[in-house]
């Protein structure tokens, strides 16, 4: 049985700031962010945009390109670590407003038989969603699953990572004969408990908070003597993060490896899709992977090894690796930014759409990929290019849509970046978007309120 993506979908938003313009703002050189990063612009979510209206986009889209009935859907499952809710997932939020605006057509509670759960582990949890669902087809070969990935990569302002930082959405209808890819069964998988990127709860006083010294007082609804914070942006160390990102793909690599025992798995993949927090990302991290299974390394055997890798990424050979086998993936990247559990997802289709726009044959060609969350994990697996390929992305304009985003200036991104307007820079159109958060009713203190604004 073949199982895979069928269709393929995305939200990014209108708006985006240019890298070199940051790099100005912060005094770094942008020569190092646009060759050496492979960094151009940096996608901006408007005041009425979060990881809810991205999903719901995303999936709309593809609902309505596909002609997909509502229906034939047995599950949504969402992944995302920007999750707006500790208990609600945004799944849930994203079935009721696909069936507010699908109601019309298929009837008032047309997704009601629809499962609907949140996925959480980093950037690789798109990952985790893709393979539970494809099981869960290959069980059911009569439905079909929706998986979704949506966040917002938001880091401090001025920190080392404000320059990776994006936001968006990808959409993926799973089925049995999928048109774009049918993956494997086998993966190879790489766990490991660290601390290199998170997002912990922060405890303060309300007295170092608000004044409110008496333990039972009700201030903002909270009766502990202390508030649990949580921010958008992580705790991580970028060096330590690569480290683990080396390490958790080469183990799972071998593992694949060993488990399809091919032994030219690398040379085999057309291209190899990878987790790209930044553009270039893939290309800088692999050089340890190129040296080890194309030129025969061995790093438990050469105390030269880490200068050898840096050596190698220099060559012709390795460049042209790069050129051939990563580089379409890099494309979306570099306009977008880093977007979590998307990146993988968004990298694929770059790819998908430079070979359409190049007229290149890949059907029956073999993808690899190489995907990775911090906390931390990989796992790699592998998919079969199917021939339907070329007509299910044949109405995506994805480049042409990056090349008209409306770009910023830095004085409206850092606004936009502390929460400091309230008025949509872009009004929605032709969108979801947040229209509210309840802050009057005592039992729905928080609630989020969503429309839907017509072309």
């Known amino acids: 049985m073949k ?13 985006q700031l240019p890298i070199t313009d940051l790099a100005s703002l912060r005094g770094l050189d942008p020569i190092k962010l646009e060759k050496g990063l492979g960094l151009y612009n ?8 979060d990881v809810v209206t991205f999903a719901a986009n995303a999936a709309l889209k593809l609902i309505k390109e596909h002609r997909i009935s509502p229906k034939e859907l047995g599950r949504i ?24 605006v699908l109601k019309d057509e298929f009837g008032p509670d047309c997704l009601m038989h629809c499962d609907a759960v949140d996925f959480v582990f980093a950037c690789i949890s798109g990952v985790d969603a893709l393979h539970n669902t494809l099981d869960w087809v290959r069980v059911r070969p009569d439905e079909m699953g929706l998986v979704i990935c949506t966040d ?4 401090d302002l001025a920190s080392t990572g404000e320059y990776t930082q994006g936001t968006g959405a990808v959409a993926m209808l799973i089925k049995e004969n999928p048109r774009l890819i049918a993956f494997e069964k086998e993966l190879g998988i790489s766990t490991q408990s660290v601390f290199d990127f998170f997002k912990p709860r922060r405890v303060v006083s309300k007295k170092d908070i608000a004044g409110v010294e008496d333990t039972f007082s009700d201030w903002m609804g909270v009766m502990e003597d202390y508030v649990e914070i949580f921010k958008e942006q992580p705790v991580f160390e970028g ?17 694949l490896k060993e488990k399809t025992q091919t032994s030219d798995l690398l040379e085999s993949w057309q291209n190899i899709i990878l987790h790209l927090p930044y553009a270039f990302q893939g290309r800088r991290m692999f050089g340890a992977l190129y040296l080890k299974e194309i030129l025969g390394g061995n790093p438990e055997k050469d105390p030269a090894w880490s200068d050898k890798v840096r050596e190698v990424t220099k060559t012709k050979e390795y460049l042209d690796f790069v050129q051939q086998k990563l580089m379409p ?5 570099s306009k977008v930014g880093n977007i979590y559990t998307g990146s993988i997802f968004l990298a694929f289709l770059s790819t998908l759409v430079y070979h359409r726009d190049h007229k290149n044959a890949i059907e029956n060609k073999k993808f690899g990929f190489i995907s990775y969350g911090s906390g931390s994990k990989s796992k790699v697996f592998q998919g079969v290019i199917a021939e339907g390929w070329r007509e299910a992305i044949q109405n995506i304009t994805l480049f042409e849509e990056l090349e008209n985003t409306k770009p910023i200036s830095v004085e409206l991104y850092e606004k936009l970046h502390r929460k400091a307007i309230s008025q949509s820079v872009l009004p929605p159109k032709g969108e979801f978007y947040l229209s509210g958060i309840e802050e009057k009713s005592p039992n729905l203190i928080g609630a989020r309120y969503y429309k839907y604004a017509a072309e």
């Open 239 to 255: 060096q330590y993060s690569n480290q683990c990102y080396q390490e958790r793909i080469t183990h799972a690599f071998l593992q």
């Open 3 to 15: 199982v895979g993506i069928d269709a393929i979908s995305y939200s990014i938003p209108k708006l």
């Open 77 to 100: 499952y969402v992944a995302s670590e920007s999750g707006v809710d500790a208990s609600k997932p945004i799944a849930s939020y994203v079935l009721g407003m696909l069936e507010e």
């Open 42 to 49: 940096m996608s901006i979510a408007d005041v009425h945009q």
């Open 152 to 155: 917002i990569a938001k880091y």
């Open 329 to 333: 993936a890099e494309l979306a990247s």
